[in-house]
């Protein structure tokens, strides 16, 4: 076992004897990073933690879930040990850090994790991820081939005007207002500019800031936003597309636009060939009726760096209990997200089988390229 990768992670290695060493490999990861959020979930547990992040002091939870995954994958490795003598090959443990991403500054999540040999010595012939949802009921898993996530970038646009008397707006040049036609433009871009039949895509302007008092019109505004895709070349247009309507509006107003964007998390692709061998695994464990294609998810996840390395699969567990209607219930990252713990079994059994299923497999689909 090895601790301390990317600061915080642990990777652990345990070899089944049934065929004798070396056999193949699968790799199991679950991410265990917590967020800035304030809990409101009325429990005897609800995190009272508090920290620093980026320098403001907030609350910390669990609002993703990342506990449970850790809970589940600990479960996984206690009884994945006790049938070492049945495994016919070797399981990698992955704990994982920051996966909500590092504080500003810091390099940290599975990027990390694979420069410091999370998928080295050995190297694992796929990998398989799950992530708790309050969207599914406690009973459920959801899956799709292909891409299950987007990717996800960001971006910064700072207006530049000339300052002026807010009561005379004529003798300078207003980034507000130049900022507001920027941010409709960029809807258009999604709405009009797109082939949305080929993929959906998300553009959002989440934050703008500007100016200090209701009667001066400031030199600059700046805008803060997300890009969120599922298709790489569809991606780098809209990167395009942003650039091209933030600095044509700009020097339309005769203001200056500056455009920042920033690369994230790649978009998470389940393997094909590896999903269709799985999913009768999913299906047994969960029931065939409760095993579900879902839609695609516009979050994002960066289990995308491994699969760019090994063939993956991630999947979905529900955690809303049965009877309460899914779309009701808090979503991941609110601070009145709840997991029912009902659901942890599933993910332990689902976890397990798949890795035993998978060593068991015919050569042919461990060595998928």
Request: net charge negative; charged share 20%; hydrophobic share 40%.
């Amino acid at each position: 076992m090895r601790t301390g990768v990317a600061h915080t992670g642990v990777v652990g290695l345990l070899k089944g004897t049934k065929d004798g060493p070396p056999g193949p490999v699968a790799a199991l990861r679950a991410d265990m990073d917590a967020l800035p959020v304030s809990e409101e979930v009325d429990l005897p547990f609800a995190s009272k933690a508090r920290a620093r992040w980026n320098g403001e002091d907030c609350g910390v939870m669990h609002a993703c879930g990342h506990d449970a995954h850790t809970a589940i994958l600990m479960a996984v490795a206690a009884l994945l040990a006790g049938l070492r003598a049945q495994l016919a090959g070797s399981v990698k443990f992955i704990f994982q850090p920051a996966e909500e991403r590092p504080p500003e500054g810091e390099r940290g999540g599975a990027e990390l994790m694979i420069e410091e040999g999370a998928l080295s010595h050995p190297e694992p012939d796929a990998i398989f991820g799950l992530h708790v949802t309050s969207r599914l009921n406690t009973t459920t898993i959801g899956l799709r081939s292909g891409p299950p996530m987007a990717s996800a970038d960001q971006f910064r646009i700072a207006v530049r005007g000339r300052q002026t008397h807010g009561a005379a707006p004529w003798a300078g040049v207003d980034p507000i207002v130049t900022a507001a036609q920027v941010v409709l433009g960029l809807q258009t871009i999604v709405a009009r500019q797109l082939d949305i039949t080929r993929e959906a895509a998300v553009v959002t302007v989440g934050a703008i800031k500007g100016g200090v008092r209701q009667n001066i019109i400031p030199d600059k505004v700046e805008m803060l936003g997300t890009v969120r895709s599922f298709d790489e070349a569809m991606r780098e247009d809209i990167h395009g597309r942003i650039r091209d309507t933030a600095e044509g509006i700009a020097q339309a107003a005769r203001a200056q636009s500056e455009v920042c964007i920033e690369r994230g998390y790649d978009v998470t692709v389940n393997d094909a060939q590896l999903t269709e061998a799985m999913l009768p695994t999913l299906r047994r464990v969960a029931g065939a009726e409760r095993a579900q294609i879902v839609p695609k998810v516009t979050g994002s996840e960066d289990l995308s760096c491994c699969q760019k390395v090994v063939p993956g699969m991630f999947f979905f567990v529900g955690a809303t209990p049965p009877g309460h209607d899914p779309t009701k219930a808090a979503p991941n990252h609110s601070p009145r997200f709840h997991v029912d713990e009902a659901g942890l079994l599933l993910g332990v059994r689902a976890l397990a089988h798949l890795t035993c299923d998978y060593l068991e497999a015919p050569e042919a689909l461990r060595r998928i390229a």
